[in-house]
Nanobody, 123 residues
Framework: QVRLVESGGGLVQAGGSLRLSCAAT????????MGWFRQAPGKEREFVAT????????FYADSVKGRFTISRDNAKNTVYLQMNSLLPEDTAIYYC????????????????WGQGTQVTVSS
């Protein structure tokens, strides 16, 4: 069983940056693809970014492409999300996911989910 714990959220002004971390315990995640998702108030949870187990490739939602960077350090069993040029519409709870699978039409499932960390971007 994998336990994922996110950290690094907070309040930032528009244009600012934050770096989220997702620390995994229980087993090594080096063989798992990992992802970040977010849920804004009154909205469904949405995909943000994924990274392969070897970090050989990454994939981003159009809304964050060029501003966010997902990375991982398998030696530390940790996944990161560097968020730059933040916008008020990036305000959401950000969730780390282990082994996310895209079922299409915006539907995702994951074997493991963290509890989330709040990101608030003020204008």
């Amino acid at each position: 069983q994998v336990r994922l714990v996110e950290s690094g959220g907070g309040l930032v002004q528009a244009g600012g940056s934050l770096r989220l971390s997702c620390a995994a315990t229980g087993r090594a995640i080096n063989t798992l693809p990992m992802g970040w998702f977010r849920q804004a108030p009154g909205k469904e949870r949405e995909f943000v970014a994924t990274i392969r187990s070897s970090a050989s490739s990454t994939f981003y939602a159009d809304s964050v492409k060029g501003r966010f960077t997902i990375s991982r350090d398998n030696a530390k069993n940790t996944v990161y999300l560097q968020m730059n040029s933040l916008l008020p519409e990036d305000t959401a709870i950000y969730y780390c996911a282990g082994a996310p699978i895209n079922y299409g039409m915006g539907s995702w499932r994951a074997d493991y989910w963290g509890q989330g960390t709040q990101v608030t971007v003020s204008s």
